[in-house]
């Protein structure tokens, strides 16, 4: 499956779903799309659900956009991780940064949690 | 007393999903394969003739097993079609079989005994029949042979279980609970000087690392520095464990690298594949930094790689000859040649040997072409003939204090004419560079490394030429 970034807002959080695979070849796409977005907000939810495999590329894209969003005292939250893309994540220990959610509501619901 | 093993290769397909090239025969727990503690088992019984019936290749086995000479039975081997059920088997076995009694084992379970009982009176005075049995296998005794009327020595059976195998977590779990539990029951490889850390032949380990028990590490195993294994932890053999790694109550399968500033926790680990055993998931992963396939180490391997750097070399020499003459009167000439002398250290052990050092201004017409020759290296190609360094390895280290404490700590040290990080054209700091040094190191063959040797010298033009165009503009 092809790489595909969809970005919504749902108010201040930015909704990323990310699918297919992020690899060498479109980390510097997630990178650039997530500068993009974090100029209007920074934070996020990574909707992970469609996404199939990232490899060692993919995964520091995704920390230096959790490193971006945390320099702006944003956050990104993940959502609906796959097992076998969450074990890329325990292998390198990038586990530790993130928090894992099941799904983007649960995510969303987090953020509103974290203000109220 | 005879035993006839029948395995079928679907008993295997849980095993051949996950690791298709690995060999399903030579499926292991603690690092020993399921088929050897069932002869284990047989010779506990009193069996001195094995049969292996089986529709799966046999040639890797055999060549493991071999005629069986080393437990000091008969090891026989024979095809059965994947449609034979055991009496079929039995069938085609009849002359193996006949005029003895005959210890059955079917199907593809890992059998739990003790190494400390004799089970032989209990198998002669044990009326024919189903002895044991579990979801994915089963173990009887067959034939009619008379009994013999002496009871089992304390009147009650040995221990003696069958535990199925149909998932790679199942084999995982059982892993762990030999390693954990009982281990003490079985004859299982590698030294075992400390309880419950068992350790095979010529094992590195860095005085950084840490091992804890209970660990199990096979044969031909580097830990580098600051590593923890364990605890329940089994390495297989061929595996590098690189520096700052951990692994906790996971299995490393044979031929495995695992990466730096890894965790490994409660996972299976086999050549790129990584498995989860709770989740039953598996990933096989793109990126051989973090984990890849091993190829095995051998001492014949190690003599034929000096020799072909060695040849290289000397191959190097004969073409640079007339170049280095030429170019190295005309930069002394003109003082852009300069040369010293240092000690280095040459392999892990602490021999050191005095290196000739060149310090070559690339300025210059001639300095240009002495730097894209790497002319400033020729001296040096002597010592790669002699064997002290290796046309390509890893990054010199002087003969210091730190450094030598920096080796003895880091198993992997073989430090070359050219480095591995020059051929991936790889910039300061110094620390990446041993990172990746230490990568190719563990990947390297004779042609693999020629390849790196071929890009280290194309580097060199490069850098040279890119410079001149700098200078031109």
Redesign the interface.
Known sequence: MEFQIQTRTDGPIAIAALSGRV?AANSRQLRRQFERCLKTTNRFVFDCQALD?I??SGLGAVVTCLRKALATAGDIRLAGVA???K??F????AEKLFTFFSDADQALASFADQHA | MKTLLVIKANTFDWLQAVFPDRSPLLASVCNKPLLEYLLDFAILCGSRHFRLATDMPLAKVEAVFGGGGRWGIELTYAPIRKTDDLATALQKNSRYCAGSRLLVMQGCFFLHYDKQKNYGPFMQTTAPGELLTCATGRILIHDATPLKTAPSPDGSPPPLALTSLRSIGELYRLSMRVLGRDARQYVLPGYNNETDVYIGRNVMIARSARIEPPVMIGDHVQIHKNAIVGPGAVIGRNVIIDAYSRIHHSVILDKTYVGE?????R?LAGGRR?V?PG?E???Q???A???STMRPSSRGRNRLQRLGHGLLAALLWVVLAMPYALLSFILKRQGRWRRSEAAYWVDSSGRSVRLTRVFLNPSGFCGRIAASLALDRYPLLGRVMRGDLALIGTRRLPATAANRAVIEADAGYRPGLFSYAEAEHWPVPEYDQDIVDRFHLAHQTLIYDFVMMVKVLLNKLHEETALCKSISK
């Not at chain 1, 325990?90 to 220990?93: A, N, P, S």
């Not at chain 2, 500033?261 to 926790?265: G, K, S, T």
């Open positions: 690899d495999f490899d060692s097992p076998k893309v074990l890329v325990e292998l390198t220990q | 500033h890894l965790v490994l926790d996972k990584l989860d989740e998931t598996m990933v992963l793109e990126d930094h973090l984990l």
